[in-house]
């Protein structure tokens, strides 16, 4: 099995900045497509970003593209996801996920149920 454990949420005043960290169970992390999701109050659970085994592929949800960043240190079992310039809109629960196997296309990888296995989530508020 797989366990991920989110952290660094809490609250961030718009304009300011936060990183996420997701840290993953197993020797076979890097074979893993890493991905973020997000789930604000009364709202589904939306794709946010996803980063391929080896960091060379990048998505990323329009919301956050040009203020988020996604990578991973493989070394460390561990993914981030960089909040710059964050929006009181981004606030939400933050869970990453985890899918064994290759990076399929992108509309795929940004659904829910291509992921495996989830974090508990962490929140992030961003207050204006």
């Known amino acids: 099995q797989v366990q991920l454990v989110e952290s660094g949420g809490g609250l961030v005043q718009a304009g300011g900045s936060l990183r996420l960290s997701c840290a993953a169970s197993g020797r076979t992390f890097s074979n893993y497509v890493m991905g973020w999701f997000r789930q604000g109050p009364g709202k589904e659970r939306d794709f946010v970003a996803a980063?391929?085994?080896?960091?060379?592929?990048?998505d990323y949800a329009d919301s956050v593209k040009g203020r988020f960043t996604i990578s991973r240190d493989n070394a460390k079992n561990t993914v981030y996801l960089q909040m710059n310039s964050p929006k009181p809109e981004d606030t939400a629960v933050y869970y990453c996920a985890a899918r064994s196997g290759p990076y399929f296309p992108r509309q795929y990888l940004r659904q829910t149920t291509a992921y495996d296995y989830w974090g508990q989530g962490t929140q992030v508020t961003v207050s204006s």
């Open positions: 980063i391929s085994w080896n960091g060379g592929t990048l």
